[in-house]
């Protein structure tokens, strides 16, 4: 029952919204949400409408490494995963495991960033495939690369997090900061799936 109080542990069910400030985080989020969906679906609009446009340059079959992007996409995943973990240790007021299954996620987000600039750094290198290369080439990178910054910027929210409360245990107060930064996180993963199907799935089969 949303709301009751576990009195063993004093804190309620469902922390996250159990005061005012948590309920009003939650639903401003929501709000937020709905303009990074607008933002991402018109890079996305944008990516489809200039994928054709390579000027002779490489194109996404001469490039894309589907090995390496399944590599990604399998940590972004498992990192959601944790993340879901760490929620549930929240709600059992599990402060320990709740920090621990936040750590992993970062940690394996670390990895997706550093994967991608590995790929970022071999297909300029290797391909001389930069920003201005082609249409084509400025649309990928304007894509992928503001999904880089969304999962930098979820890793920075993150890492504050764990380490402005690491000795205060699960209150009312941050219970609501932990639950939306993990909502974020979900969110970013989602927007890979896309990523993933759109631009490297779509670009191999060209």
Do not use: C
Not at 10 to 25: F, I, W
Not at 77 to 86: K, N, R
Not at 95 to 114: R, S
Request: glycine fraction near 10%.
């Amino acid at each position: 029952m949303a709301g009751a109080v576990d009195t063993s542990k004093g804190l309620p069910s469902h922390p996250e919204r159990a005061t005012l400030e948590g309920k009003n985080k939650f639903l401003g989020f929501w709000f937020f949400l709905g303009g990074e969906t607008i933002l991402f679906a018109t890079f996305f609009g944008t990516f489809l409408g200039l994928r054709g446009g390579t000027a002779d340059g490489p194109t996404s079959a001469d490039l894309v490494a589907l090995d390496l992007v399944f590599i990604m996409t399998m940590l972004l995943l498992t990192s959601s995963l944790t993340s879901v973990l760490a929620m549930f240790a929240m709600k059992k007021n599990n402060f320990k495991a709740m920090m621990i299954w936040m750590w992993i996620t970062v940690v394996l987000g670390l990895a997706f960033l550093g994967f991608e600039i590995y790929e970022f750094h071999h297909y300029v290198v290797d391909y001389q495939f930069g920003f201005s290369t082609s249409a084509f080439a400025s649309a990928f990178y304007s894509l992928v690369g503001l999904h880089g910054a969304h999962v930098a910027f979820g890793l920075s929210w993150i890492i504050v997090l764990l380490i402005r409360y690491r000795k205060s245990g699960i209150t009312l107060t941050n219970a609501p900061k932990f639950y939306v930064a993990g909502l974020y996180w979900h969110f970013i993963d989602v927007v890979w799936v896309f990523i993933f199907t759109v631009v490297y799935l779509m670009g191999v089969g060209g």
